[in-house]
């Protein structure tokens, strides 16, 4: 069975800075990866995932994710972060085959401040 | 397209009694999940259908737990004599399966369950 772990529960840091919000997984087989993004009151939206191919992917505001099959981690990051950025990320796996019901992390809080 | 809603978006209830939740996909997606999220937690799996087949359903998902999706449209998920332990946020996502591989959950905003 597959897991995910989110090491830190809470990331605070600066407008500007970069970020990097970590993700291990455990799994037996091959798997997707994905990060989710959760704004305070509102549902998670897709952030990026991978399925296959390059192991770097990108999400259209300026995160992104390697996949480290050798590591077993999935890493999030973003050069400079925004005061907007500021949310719960979410980081899950699926193993492929099967359902691909996902598993998801604890999450980690993204604090930006000014 | 609306993407999905949820209804309500937040319950408060007395310990025994029933609750029920709706969940209104995106129109053309033939997935629909049901994840229950503690604080401090991501989201759980519950149970999911394809149209309208329930085809899988976690542990998590005890006998006072029912969900349903007649003619594979919107679902309902029911609590019944609901506990303090049921105390979450139950999140409904939908995807659209084509053939094998992942496919991308869309998620609504949740309905906020508080027992007393």
């Known amino acids: 069975a597959q897991s995910v772990t989110q090491l830190d529960s809470q990331v605070p840091v600066f407008e500007e800075a970069p970020v990097e919000l970590r993700c291990n997984y455990s799994?037996?087989?091959?798997?997707?990866l994905f990060w989710y993004v959760q704004y305070p009151n509102q549902g998670l939206q897709l952030l990026l995932k991978?399925?296959?191919?390059?192991?770097l992917v990108e999400s259209i505001n300026g995160f992104e994710a390697e996949f480290n099959k050798s590591q077993t981690s999935f890493h999030l990051r973003k050069p400079s972060v925004h005061i907007s950025d500021t949310a719960e990320y979410f980081c899950?796996?699926?193993?492929?085959?099967?359902?691909?019901?996902?598993?998801f992390g604890r999450g980690t809080s993204l604090i930006v401040h000014p | 397209d609306t993407g999905v809603s949820q209804n309500p978006r937040h319950k408060i209830t007395k310990r025994g009694q029933n609750v029920t939740f709706r969940c209104d996909p995106i129109?053309?997606?033939?997935?629909l999940y049901w994840y229950r999220q503690t604080l401090g937690q991501g989201p759980e799996f519950l149970t999911y259908?394809?149209?309208?087949?329930?085809?899988?359903k976690s542990r998590l998902l005890s006998d006072r737990f029912s969900a349903e999706r007649p003619k594979g449209s919107f679902s309902t998920l029911e609590i019944q004599r609901t506990e303090q332990g049921d105390s979450a946020m139950y999140l409904c996502?939908?995807?659209?399966?084509?053939?094998?591989?992942?496919?991308?959950?869309?998620f609504g905003p949740g309905t906020r369950l508080t027992v007393l």
């Open positions: 991978y399925l296959s191919g390059s192991t």
């Open positions: 996502a939908s995807s659209q399966r084509v053939g094998g591989g992942s496919d991308t959950q869309y």
């Open positions: 899950a796996v699926s193993e492929t085959g099967g359902s691909y019901i996902p598993t």
């Open positions: 129109s053309e997606h033939n997935r």
């Open positions: 799994s037996s087989v091959s798997v997707y």
């Open positions: 259908f394809q149209n309208e087949a329930q085809l899988e």
